[in-house]
């Protein structure tokens, strides 16, 4: 029996995400776990006349690379992993974990360098995105692994995300089209500000974002989404903030982290728990320290915490900061190894001055938009 | 905890198989069902100093395909499997059926045209084959499907498999090579007749093989194995064979199939079951109509029908002959998108005859030659 709520995920990942039309070759990546959306996948694509083809393989085996590969084992990438990167279309990501937990006890140093490998071929895939080469789109099959990290039951969990998705719907296309023109115009209503102010708990963080432009995150990259973002002019960052969700990076949980900026770098950080990580990562390249974006997290069905940085990123009422690199079609010039997104709550108390006038308070954007379509009243 | 045989199959398909040497990007292609199998053998890469890359295919994507399928997406070829036959050192596939009659329902003409598409593959999976720069192994994960096919519980199934492999044993790789020095003797002797004859009920049929080559096969490009092979002088097979083990192609049986030969090329054919489609694949193309490949099976330690070719082909005592693409290195020249093996027991009432000396009687060499 297939769930009706992936096939409609499949159908809005390959005509509303990506686009997909006759021809075009389109790769879908992930674990075995996956299988379900990604044979939903395959056989929408097929029916939009492209050519679609899997990139499956099994959970734990990267853990095997980093537990036992040599240096240049953990540099490699294949020749044919390039050539695809140049031949395809589109791509789809699925991010689905049979356990998040399996780098737990491996070499952080290693594991890093695993990363930076595969980052040499992501960096390709964006360069080929942002010439409009390529379409790319990460989503997520639910699995008993993300739903413990969400403290939920595979049932409820599934509920959750695909609400998220809008894939509960029978049109979700037409949710995120509605949502695209609302989030268009705030980013837009963005697009002049020199200034963010965050004001909160521990928080008082002054963010350049003069020249920067906003961007809309409209379930075109990812799904769900729900999001404006951009990237903040590099030496502008000054104050304290206080992260009161748990920041997650390669499956490791730094918890209550605490940064003060001095000209746009982190000079002070501690944490309540996992500070040793936190400073690893700081120290990872120049760039680690470096405010990479700032974003408005605006889908308000994510309405939780769930160890997930695809949906945390979005809860409606938070902001997010990255340490590391940043984005250049949002005019970031900050590159680096890192893309560490940390999570503000501002749902309870919070406020956001822009040029210092009050524009966010309590998790929702203070002055309405033209078109208020899927924000929160 | 693995089966300690899971572990020891993994560590002869990377160890003695393949090779595996530093530096050797190793391509491992399984079903999900395969998984316990490609983390053996993804370990044993790494520690070889290989590059192990795993791809997971899933059998829906393929039936989606074969049914939903336009003929432009039925024919394309995927740049993944392009880029791979170029710059893999090594390809392992590891069959892990969960079903193994998923394309049952797919029409025969549309499974021909996939054929036909993926051809330039593998040609250049052989032609890299036959010039040293690529292995390749085909082996096996017992799954349910499987051992149902074979009538079999999973776990009498996982013990003829592995049975098959002399994995049993505490050292299969020196068994493999013993086995292998034995299968050498076969080849090199047959390099030196030119006519076969087979003789056997509802068989009759001659065939040249002087200035081919034999190539013993001792568990380097299939695993288990056991056989020795030749590619025939494509125009002199000439008379009728029959098979009497059912045959299994992509999901489809065929069964009593029985083909006569005429100059080389298939002039008639006969099956009860299945015989829309043995026509089909020998419409593929003009070379699967030919002989690609004449064989012997010679490992005893598979003696049950399985319905597998893998296994089948290689119990000992039967012969085996490919319609269509024959293997570069046996010296055999015929082309084809086809390759399908077709097994005949020759274990009672048989005989074959080579340069019209009896060579070879129900199941056995003669004069202790194997």
């Known amino acids: 029996m297939i769930d009706a709520r992936v096939e409609r995920l499949a159908e809005l990942v390959i005509s509303y995400s990506l686009e997909l039309g006759e021809g075009q070759i389109v790769r879908i990546d992930g674990f075995d776990v996956a299988s379900p959306l990604a044979v939903a996948l395959y056989r929408t694509a097929l029916a939009a006349g492209a050519h679609p083809y899997t990139n499956l393989t099994l959970d734990g085996l990267q853990e095997l690379l980093v537990a036992n590969g040599t240096e240049e084992q953990l540099a490699y990438v294949s020749p044919s992993q390039w050539g695809e990167i140049e031949a395809i279309d589109a791509q789809v990501t699925i991010w689905s974990e049979t356990n998040t937990r399996s780098f737990g006890g491996l070499d952080e140093r290693r594991h890093g360098a695993l990363i930076a490998a595969q980052r040499k071929l992501s960096n390709r895939r964006w360069e080929r995105i942002a010439a409009g080469e390529l379409r790319w789109c990460g989503t997520l099959h639910p699995t008993n692994a993300h739903a413990q990290d969400a403290d939920m039951s595979l049932r409820d969990y599934e509920a959750f995300f695909f609400g998220a998705c809008h894939a509960d719907t029978p049109d979700p296309a037409a949710h995120w089209r509605s949502l695209s023109a609302t989030l268009g115009a705030r980013a837009e209503s963005l697009a002049a500000v020199r200034e963010l102010r965050i004001l909160g708990p521990d928080t008082d963080l002054r963010v350049g974002v003069g020249g920067r432009t906003w961007m809309a995150a409209d379930g075109k990259y990812n799904l769900p989404d729900g999001e404006v973002f951009t990237s903040p002019v590099e030496s502008e960052t000054e104050g304290e903030i206080r992260f009161t969700f748990p920041a997650i990076f390669g499956g490791r949980e730094v918890e209550d982290v605490r940064l003060r900026f001095e000209g746009g770098r982190v000079v002070a950080a501690e944490a309540s728990r996992g500070e040793p990580y936190l400073r690893e990562l700081l120290d990872l390249d120049g760039g680690a320290r470096v405010l990479g974006e700032v974003a408005f997290g605006l889908n308000y069905e994510i309405d939780r915490f769930t160890r997930n940085i695809l949906l945390d990123e979005k809860i409606g009422g938070t902001m997010h900061l990255a340490l590391g690199a940043g984005f250049a079609q949002a005019g970031g010039t900050n590159t680096s190894a890192l893309h560490w997104d940390l999570i503000c709550d501002l749902r309870a108390e919070g406020e956001v001055l822009a040029d210092g006038e009050l524009v966010w308070k309590d998790g929702a954007f203070v002055a309405p938009l033209p078109v208020a379509v899927g924000e929160r009243a | ?370």
């Open chain 2, 1 to 370: 905890m693995p089966d300690p045989r899971v572990e020891r199959l993994a560590e002869v398909a990377v160890s003695y198989s393949t090779a595996v040497r530093p530096g050797d990007l190793v391509i491992v292609d399984s079903g999900p069902a395969g998984a316990p199998l490609v983390r053996e053998i993804y370990k044993r890469v790494l520690a070889a100093g290989g590059h192990p890359l795993v791809h997971i295919s899933v059998d829906a994507t393929q039936e989606a395909l074969m049914r939903e399928g336009s003929d432009a997406q039925l024919g394309f070829l995927s740049p993944a499997r392009v880029e791979e036959i170029e710059s893999a050192d090594v390809r392992i596939v590891i069959e892990a059926d969960e079903n193994t009659r998923t394309l049952a329902a797919v029409e025969p003409a549309r499974q021909a045209l996939v054929k036909r598409a993926r051809k330039p593959l593998g040609d250049r999976l052989f032609e890299r084959s036959a010039a040293g720069e690529l292995r390749w192994l085909v082996t096996l994960y017992p799954t349910h499907a499987a051992a149902q096919d074979a009538g079999m519980a999973l776990a009498d199934y996982e013990d003829f498999v592995y049975r098959a492999g002399m994995l049993d044993r505490d050292d299969p790789v020196s068994a493999w090579r013993e086995f292998g020095e034995r299968l050498d003797r076969v080849a090199a002797w047959l390099d030196t007749k030119d006519e076969l004859h087979v003789v056997a009920e509802g068989t009759d049929l001659r065939l040249r093989v002087g200035g081919r080559r034999w190539v013993p096969s001792r568990g380097l490009e299939n695993f288990p194995d056991g056989e020795v092979f030749t590619g025939p002088v494509e125009t002199s097979v000439e008379g009728t064979v029959r098979c009497s083990f059912p045959a299994a192609y992509q999901g489809r049986i065929v069964e009593d199939v029985e083909v006569r030969f005429e100059g080389g090329e298939v002039v008639a054919t006969e099956a009860s079951r299945g015989r829309d489609f043995l026509d089909e694949m020998l419409a593929v193309d003009d070379g699967a109509r030919r002989m690609g490949e004449f064989a012997f099976g010679l490992n005893d330690s598979i003696t049950a029908f399985t319905l597998n070719t893998l296994f089948d082909e290689k119990i000992g005592g039967t012969m085996h002959f490919a319609l269509g693409k024959s293997y570069p290195e046996t010296g055999g020249l015929n082309g084809s998108a086809l390759h399908w093996d077709l097994v005949c027991d020759l274990r009672e009432g048989s005989e074959v005859y080579a340069d019209g000396e009896l060579v070879y009687r129900d199941g056995r060499f003669l004069d202790g030659l194997f």
